[in-house]
Structure formats: C-alpha cells, structure tokens
C-alpha cells in the first residue's frame, strides 16, 4: 500500500513537470514581451507550438543517421527521468533514493552528448558550429557544477538531493558565505545550460550567432517537439533545483499526507513564477556576449564553486 | 597634379549635360584616370555602361568637382579601370553583365548580376539568347589546414533580403568572407527604357523601398538638371523634409536593430516604436508611411497642411523628449558595449579608397556628406553638422547614426519654421532633343548617384547607383579576423541594400 501510494505521488510529480513545464517557458516569454512594450502570445503558446510539431510531417536529410531519429527520444528521456529526481513540491519521493545530484549532471550531460552528435550527423556547417560551441560551454559548465554539488554536499553531508534540501529547510544552517558563492555559480551554469542570454539567444534568428538552435537547426517535426520539450524540461529542472537547494520553504516532508503536498505544490507554482519573471528581467536588461567571453564568464562560476568548497575546508561554519 | 580640368579640356565636352560637365574621352586618357584614381587622388563615384559606351563618374576629394567621363567602345571593349581600382571592380562585371562590354584586363571575370537565370544574355546590350556560362560559380579559394566554409544564405532565417555569403573560418575566426549577390535583380534600368518621367520617377522610387525619396529625389534633380529646370522654392524645402524624415526613421530602426543583433531586444523595442511614430507621422502629413511617389521631377505632388506640420512637429518634439534617455541606456549598458566597441573595425585608407558615403564613411574619418559637399538646395541655407568619428568599429558607426538623428530633428526643426509658401510644381516644357542630367543626393545610406538622358520626353538611358556599391566591398574587408558570430552584428552596422545595389 505504501509502495502503491509512493509511486502515486512519484507519477503526479513527474506528470507535474511534464504539464508545468511549457508553461513556464510561455510565462517567461510573455514576461519578457511585456517588459518589451509588446503583447506577447498566450502564455499556453509553447503547449500549441508542441501539439504543431507533433502533428507536422518530419524531413529528414538523406545523410541523417539512426542516430540523427533516436536523439530526440534520448535526450527527451534523459532530461525527464533528471527532472523526476529533482524535489519539486516535496521530497524523499520513490525516485529521488534511487539518483543523487553527481547522477542528475551524468544524465544532462549524456542528453547533451547526445545533441551534439546528432548536431554533427547531418554534416551541416551550422549543426557543426553549434555542436562545438555547445561543448566548449559543457566542459566549462559541468566542472564548475560538480564543484557546486560538492559545496553543497559538504554543508549537507550529503549528495542526495531530498537530504540537502530537508536539512537545508531546517533551521540548522543560517547564514553561510559558501552558499551564495554556490547560489551565484548555479545561476551562471543554469543560464549557460539552457541557452539563455547572456550565453545564447533562445529568441534569435541570425543563424550566426545560435549555439542551442544552430545545433538543432535540422530538425523539424516531432522529433524538433521532444527537443523542445526537452529544453523546456530542463529549465524547469535547473529552476526547481535551485529553489529546492536555496528556497526549500513550505516544500513537504515526505510522507506528511495531501495537505502538505498541496501547500508544497503551491510553493512550487509560486517560486516558478518569480524565478521565471527574475529570469526575464535579467534577460531583458543584458546584451548576448562575444562567444569567447563565454569561458570567462563560466570561469567564474567554476571559481566561485571552487572557493565556496574550499571555505568550507577552512571552516564548516562558512 | 593633374586636376579634373585638366581631364576635361583634352577631352570632347557633350553638350546639354547638367550640372556637371561630361566628357568623351580617348583609351589612353580613360587610362590616365583610372591611374589618378588608383592613386587615390580622385573618387570614383560611379561606373556604368551603355549599348556601346561606358561612363565613369568622377569626384576630386578637396574641390568636389564632378566629372564624367565617357569612352565609345564599339568592338565591346574597353580598359579596365578594376585592374587599377579595385572598387571597380563589381561594377565592371555587372556592366559586362549587362550590356556584355568587357573590361581588358578584369582580374575579376567571373559574372556578378547574371546568375544564369535570364534565358539571355547581356539583356540591355546585344541579347544574345541562351544560357549564359557553363561553368559553375567559383568562389575564391582559401587553403590552408584547418580551415572550413560556411554557407550562408541566399535565404536566411530572418526577414531580410536574399544575398549569400561564403565564409572560411579557423574555428571561430573567420579568414575570408566572399559575397555573392544580384538574387533581387529587377532590371528596373531596363524598365526605365522609353518610360515617361511619370513611370520613370515611380520606377526610381521602387528601387529600394528603405531609400525612396533619396531614390524619387534624385531621380528627380537629374531630370530637372536635364531638362534645366527650377522646382518651386516650397517644393526645394519640403523634399528635404521628406529626405530628413526618411532618414530619421531609417536611424532609429538602424541603432535598434543593430543592438537587437547583440540580443538586447529593449533598445529594440524603444526605437521600433519612436521609427513607428515617424512612419505614422509622414502617413498621416503625407498620405504614405514611406513617402513614396511624393517627389517627381518639377517639384512634389502632395502639400503640407497645418495639421500636417503640427503632427510632424509633434513627433519631433516627442523624439527629442524619448531619445536621449535611449542613447543613455545604450552607452551606459556594459554588456553591449563589449560588443559594439572595438568589433568589425573599418580602417579609414579603405574607405577614402572605395570614397564610401553614409555613415560608413563618416564613422572611419571620411567626412563626405553631399548635404555638405554639394549643398544643394535648401541645405546650403540650413545649420547642421556632419559628424564625424575616426574608430570605424560599430561602436562608431552607431554613433553616427545617433548624432545625425539629433541633426535630423534640428533640420525638421528649421524647414518646418522657414516653409515657404508657393506653388508646388514647375511644368516642364517639351524638348526633343537629347538631354542629359546627373544628381548626387544624400539618402541614408550615403550618396546616391542618378544619371539619365532624356529624348522627346522619354527616358533613353537611366542610371542609378546605390552607395551600397562602395559599401559592401568593405563589409568582407571588415569582418576579417573577427568571428563568426559578430558577422551579424557587423553586417547590421553597414545596413547596405541588397535591392539598391541589384536593381
């Protein structure tokens, strides 16, 4: 019975993620319009844009590999099975005993491995652009994360994330130097890894200038639906593994029954929107920068991983 | 120091051909001017051919004199000025293109207009029916280890005009880039054959639609040079106010969209609207957003009434209220100016070489303006600067644009206040005879040259060159040793025309 209901509220957690995140997308793309002076589509936009895909014929380069057809499905599950390990409105579900953080960046990173090559198959010179500039920001943005997932399981004896997110809720922990620095540096790994400004342009059509969309620029059809899906996935993912980590209120304790998960799901729905609303300011206030600043920007992030680790060395306290 | 006079006496003078002389020149002399021009001691402001002639249009930098001068070429031949002059050099082979006159010694042979696609040949000259070149376009190579193309375009991703461009990149680095254009060719010259001056000056207003009062007032001057004809004193002034709110308009949308290319879509944003509330204004004072078909050889059709002036004065006075605070957040945003300062810098020997106009030259330290240089009517009697910068990097060039809509409002300013009254049109009388008139006026873009010969009332020959001719050679000088993913922005900063350039 308890196994039954454990995989319950699993299944509404990753059905959750499923439904709320093109939302998400839409709501940042509607902010970013009104801040534009514009009107924006729907906020539901990203939903139809989906369903458009789906039903859309796929065309395929005569070159295009079995590799080129299975990319989508891998990295779409990749990044979905990522997503339900992250404590969204409640945490010690089934899943998240199963995979700790060091197993969500593996899976991120495969999906991305994965993309890369795809990008490459066809032969094409922006899918070859794209790709490299796609690995250039993952081998500066995964150190730079593993550092911050070990800052974190140093202030929480853990690199699960239910644990660090139950004791990071819990009033044990105060004030510490070494999670802002982690804070800061996962907010720059999170912008580079869903190709948001300053790094990429989700918005762009100078094909030039694409990391993200260059690397993609061959798909169409479902196959473009589940990679979309799959970049609106992971923005929620990075989303809700921040706001587990360093804004873990009123998320539910495993096991504390319905009301609580409500209350949690609507924390959630909450802190989703103010992040997603910052996210747009930021984006609207900044310009793209020069690919080759990408490394220094990312060099930060990895450094201020690396002195958040090594404060805690010096003292536990910080 | 040979001086365009010198030029002008050894040559024979054409009679009827206003403002400036033309002259018919032997080989040897054409030779002598394309060896002062390689010199770099005159301009080139234009080279274009006829049936069995071709003409050269020349500037001296320090006079400003202005000269054609005119070679007969009946065996299909003449000496190539590419050869010394490199910015000759397209316009050599769309002449060859065209009218099929081949310059001796072309480096260049390759075709430039006529991508095979007529079902002819040489269309303005023999037409010679059939598929033109066997042979598959060659782009320049580039060798060496490491290197790569990329391809891009003639169809791209946005909403722009067709034109391809093959990059060879190290990397990110790009080490060559090599333009391929005419997709948007129209053969509007063509069409200009046996027009009337009513169709003619419609045909020259279709031209470039970002540029169609500098193109229907060109046009216009020439004919009425041609003709030796006056326009009305109000109809002088009010085609430099549709010049200025031309230029306006295209400013504004030029130092938002090129911030938009480095993702900063708030500046966008701000200066789509202040382009939008010139556009509406000319809409509303002038019956067209675009301000077509307003200017024609005589004068201009359409007056502006009261209401008019009030609603342009309006926007006016709302721009200079809304602008400043937008050149603040431009020059005040970091993340953006890391992009602009210092990326696809433009040395200013390029520019004085190819006598670039607009705000290409004034940003690399040629100061031309022909507002200035020319100071046609009415802008001999208005104020304004002509600013220059010496960086040439898009930092630069959006400056440019930045001071001369501050100019542009001054100037919308002072005609609004001194408009005289008075007719609108000066009929024009019939000639038969041969007729030739020549116009340099300054669009957005820079200066656009319009050169024509009237017959009974008819056009018999229409040229009109686009500065986006000695502008887009430097583009490809520009982008070298920059990367791949600032061609854009750099690109957005020269805003040359596709269709001008095509015709």
């Given at each position: 019975?308890?196994?039954?209901?454990?995989?319950?509220?699993?299944?509404?957690?990753?059905?959750?993620?499923?439904?709320?995140?093109?939302?998400l997308?839409?709501?940042?793309?509607?902010?970013k319009?009104?801040?534009?002076?514009?009107?924006?589509?729907?906020?539901?936009?990203?939903?139809?844009?989906?369903?458009?895909?789906?039903?859309?014929?796929?065309?395929?380069?005569?070159?295009?590999?079995?590799?080129?057809?299975?990319?989508?499905?891998?990295?779409?599950?990749?990044?979905?099975?990522?997503?339900?390990?992250?404590?969204?409105?409640?945490?010690?579900?089934?899943?998240?005993?199963?995979?700790?953080?060091?197993?969500?960046?593996?899976?991120?990173?495969?999906?991305?491995?994965?993309?890369?090559?795809?990008?490459?198959?066809?032969?094409?010179?922006?899918?070859?652009?794209?790709?490299?500039?796609?690995?250039?920001?993952?081998?500066?943005?995964?150190?730079?994360?593993?550092?911050?997932?070990?800052?974190?399981?140093?202030?929480?004896?853990?690199?699960?994330?239910?644990?660090?997110?139950?004791f990071?809720?819990?009033?044990?922990?105060?004030?510490?130097?070494?999670?802002?620095?982690?804070l800061?540096?996962?907010?720059?790994?999170?912008?580079?890894?869903?190709?948001?400004?300053p790094?990429?342009?989700?918005?762009?059509?100078?094909?030039?200038?694409?990391?993200?969309?260059?690397?993609v620029?061959?798909?169409?059809?479902?196959?473009?639906?589940?990679?979309?899906?799959?970049?609106?996935?992971?923005?929620?993912?990075y989303?809700?593994?921040?706001?587990?980590?360093?804004?873990?209120?009123?998320?539910?304790?495993?096991?504390?029954?319905?009301l609580?998960?409500?209350?949690?799901?609507?924390?959630?729905?909450?802190?989703?929107?103010?992040?997603?609303?910052?996210?747009?300011?930021f984006?609207?206030?900044?310009?793209?920068?020069?690919?080759?600043?990408?490394?220094?920007?990312?060099?930060?992030?990895?450094?201020?991983?690396?002195?958040?680790?090594?404060?805690?060395?010096?003292?536990?306290?910080? | 120091?040979?001086?365009l006079?010198?030029?002008?006496?050894?040559?024979?003078?054409?009679?009827?051909?206003?403002?400036?002389?033309?002259?018919?020149?032997?080989?040897?002399?054409?030779?002598?001017?394309?060896?002062?021009?390689?010199?770099?001691?005159?301009?080139?402001?234009?080279?274009?051919?006829?049936?069995?002639?071709?003409?050269?249009?020349?500037?001296?930098?320090?006079?400003?004199?202005?000269?054609?001068?005119?070679?007969?070429c009946?065996?299909?031949?003449?000496?190539?000025?590419?050869?010394?002059?490199?910015?000759?050099?397209?316009?050599?082979?769309?002449?060859?293109?065209?009218?099929?006159?081949?310059?001796?010694?072309?480096?260049?042979?390759?075709?430039?207009?006529?991508?095979?696609?007529?079902?002819?040949?040489?269309?303005?000259?023999?037409?010679?029916?059939?598929?033109?070149?066997?042979?598959?376009?060659?782009?320049?190579?580039?060798?060496?280890?490491?290197l790569?193309?990329?391809?891009?375009?003639?169809?791209?991703?946005?909403?722009?005009?067709?034109?391809?461009?093959?990059?060879?990149?190290?990397?990110?680095?790009?080490?060559?880039?090599?333009?391929?254009?005419?997709?948007?060719?129209?053969?509007?010259?063509q069409?200009?054959?046996?027009?009337?001056?009513?169709?003619?000056?419609?045909?020259?207003?279709?031209?470039?639609?970002?540029?169609?009062?500098?193109?229907?007032?060109?046009?216009?001057?020439?004919?009425?040079?041609?003709?030796?004809?006056?326009?009305?004193?109000?109809?002088?002034?009010?085609?430099?106010?549709?010049?200025?709110?031309?230029?306006?308009?295209?400013?504004?949308?030029?130092?938002?969209?090129?911030?938009?290319?480095?993702?900063?879509?708030?500046?966008?944003?701000?200066?789509?609207?202040?382009?939008?509330?010139?556009?509406?204004?000319?809409?509303?004072?002038?019956?067209?957003?675009?301000?077509?078909?307003?200017?024609?050889?005589?004068?201009?059709?359409?007056?502006?009434?009261?209401?008019?002036?009030?609603?342009?004065?309006?926007?006016?006075?709302?721009?200079?209220?809304?602008?400043?605070?937008?050149?603040?957040?431009?020059?005040?945003?970091?993340?953006?100016?890391?992009?602009?300062?210092?990326?696809?810098?433009?040395?200013?020997?390029?520019?004085?070489?190819?006598?670039?106009?607009?705000?290409i030259?004034?940003?690399?330290?040629?100061?031309?303006?022909?507002?200035?240089?020319?100071?046609?009517?009415?802008?001999?009697?208005?104020?304004?600067e002509?600013?220059?910068?010496?960086?040439?990097?898009?930092?630069?060039?959006?400056?440019?644009?930045?001071?001369?809509?501050?100019?542009?409002?001054?100037?919308?300013?002072?005609?609004?206040?001194?408009?005289?009254?008075?007719?609108?049109?000066?009929?024009?009388?019939?000639?038969?005879?041969?007729?030739?008139?020549?116009?340099?006026?300054?669009?957005?873009?820079?200066d656009?040259?319009?050169?024509?010969r009237?017959?009974?009332?008819?056009?018999?020959?229409?040229?009109?060159?686009?500065p986006?001719?000695?502008?887009?050679?430097l583009?490809?000088?520009?982008?070298?040793?920059?990367?791949?993913a600032?061609?854009?922005?750099?690109?957005?900063?020269?805003?040359?025309?596709?269709?001008?350039?095509?015709?």
């Open positions: 019975m308890v196994v039954i209901s454990d995989i319950l509220v699993q299944g509404v957690q990753m059905l959750l993620v499923l439904l709320l995140a093109p939302l997308t839409g709501f940042v793309r509607k902010i319009a009104r801040l534009l002076r514009r009107r924006g589509a729907s906020v539901f936009q990203p939903y139809r844009d989906l369903l458009r895909l789906l039903r859309k014929e796929v065309v395929l380069a005569d070159n295009a590999s079995w590799l080129f057809r299975v990319t989508p499905y891998i990295t779409f599950a990749a990044i979905w099975v990522a997503a339900a390990l992250v404590p969204t409105f409640a945490t010690g579900l089934l899943f998240n005993w199963t995979a700790d953080l060091i197993a969500i960046v593996a899976l991120l990173g495969s999906a991305r491995f994965f993309l890369a090559l795809a990008g490459m198959d066809v032969g094409t010179s922006f899918g070859g652009i794209g790709s490299s500039r796609e690995v250039m920001i993952a081998a500066l943005a995964e150190p730079a994360m593993l550092l911050i997932v070990f800052c974190m399981a140093l202030v929480a004896g853990s690199t699960q994330l239910s644990t660090v997110a139950n990071l809720a819990s009033s044990y922990v105060g004030l510490r130097v070494s999670l802002g620095m982690a800061i540096a996962l907010i720059m790994v999170a912008l580079a890894e869903n190709a948001r400004i790094v990429d342009n989700p918005a762009t059509h100078l094909e030039l200038t694409m990391v993200h969309e260059a690397m620029l061959e798909y169409s059809g479902r196959h473009l639906a589940m990679i979309e899906f799959g970049a609106f996935l992971q923005l929620l993912l989303i809700s593994l921040i706001a587990c980590v360093f804004v873990p209120w009123k998320i539910a304790l495993f096991g504390t029954g319905p609580a998960y409500a209350i949690g799901a609507g924390a959630y729905i909450v802190k989703l929107a103010v992040a997603g609303f910052l996210l747009a300011l984006e609207t206030a900044t310009a793209k920068m020069r690919v080759f600043r990408i490394p220094q920007f990312l060099g930060a992030a990895l450094m201020l991983g690396l002195l958040g680790t090594l404060l805690l060395f010096v003292s536990r306290s910080f | 120091m040979a001086a006079i010198d030029l002008m006496l050894k040559g024979h003078k054409v009679q009827q051909h206003g403002p400036w002389p033309r002259v018919v020149v032997d080989a040897q002399q054409w030779e002598f001017a394309a060896g002062e021009l390689q010199q770099g001691r005159w301009g080139l402001l234009g080279l274009w051919g006829e049936p069995s002639t071709v003409h050269m249009a020349i500037m001296d930098p320090f006079a400003t004199e202005i000269l054609v001068v005119s070679l007969d009946p065996d299909r031949r003449y000496p190539s000025v590419g050869r010394h002059h490199p910015p000759a050099l397209r316009l050599e082979r769309a002449v060859n293109d065209l009218f099929g006159l081949s310059a001796q010694g072309l480096p260049d042979t390759r075709p430039w207009l006529d991508h095979d696609r007529w079902g002819v040949r040489f269309p303005s000259g023999d037409r010679i029916n059939g598929p033109s070149q066997a042979m598959p376009y060659r782009f320049l190579p580039a060798e060496g280890s490491g790569h193309q990329i391809a891009v375009g003639p169809v791209h991703a946005g909403i722009i005009e067709p034109g391809h461009f093959r990059f060879t990149a190290s990397g990110e680095t790009v080490v060559r880039l090599e333009q391929r254009l005419g997709y948007t060719h129209k053969g509007v010259e069409l200009m054959i046996g027009a009337s001056l009513e169709r003619a000056v419609q045909l020259a207003g279709r031209v470039s639609g970002d540029s169609t009062v500098a193109y229907a007032y060109a046009f216009s001057k020439a004919a009425e040079a041609a003709l030796e004809l006056g326009a009305p004193d109000r109809a002088v002034w009010l085609r430099a106010l549709l010049a200025e709110l031309e230029r306006l308009a295209n400013h504004l949308g030029d130092i938002g969209a090129i911030c938009n290319d480095a993702s900063f879509a708030l500046m966008h944003a701000h200066c789509s609207v202040l382009r939008e509330s010139v556009l509406r204004a000319s809409g509303s004072a002038f019956g067209h957003r675009l301000m077509r078909d307003i200017i024609v050889p005589g004068g201009v059709i359409g007056d502006l009434d009261d209401a008019g002036t009030e609603i342009i004065q309006a926007m006016a006075d709302n721009i200079r209220l809304r602008f400043p605070a937008l050149v603040e957040l431009y020059d005040n945003t970091a993340s953006l100016q890391d992009r602009t300062v210092d990326t696809g810098v433009l040395k200013p020997a390029l520019t004085r070489q190819y006598a670039a106009g607009g705000y030259g004034r940003a690399s330290g040629r100061s031309f303006d022909a507002r200035r240089a020319l100071a046609y009517p009415p802008y001999d009697s208005l104020s304004f002509v600013p220059v910068l010496s960086e040439g990097d898009v930092n630069a060039r959006v400056w440019i644009r930045i001071r001369e809509v501050e100019q542009g409002l001054s100037l919308i300013d002072q005609i609004l206040n001194r408009l005289p009254e008075g007719r609108l049109m000066t009929p024009a009388g019939d000639r038969s005879e041969a007729r030739e008139g020549m116009a340099i006026v300054e669009g957005f873009r820079g656009v040259l319009v050169w024509l009237l017959r009974d009332g008819r056009i018999e020959r229409c040229h009109m060159r686009d986006s001719w000695f502008q887009w050679p583009l490809e000088a520009v982008v070298e040793n920059n990367i791949v600032d061609f854009p922005l750099c690109n957005k900063s020269f805003n040359c025309s596709y269709s001008g350039h095509d015709l």
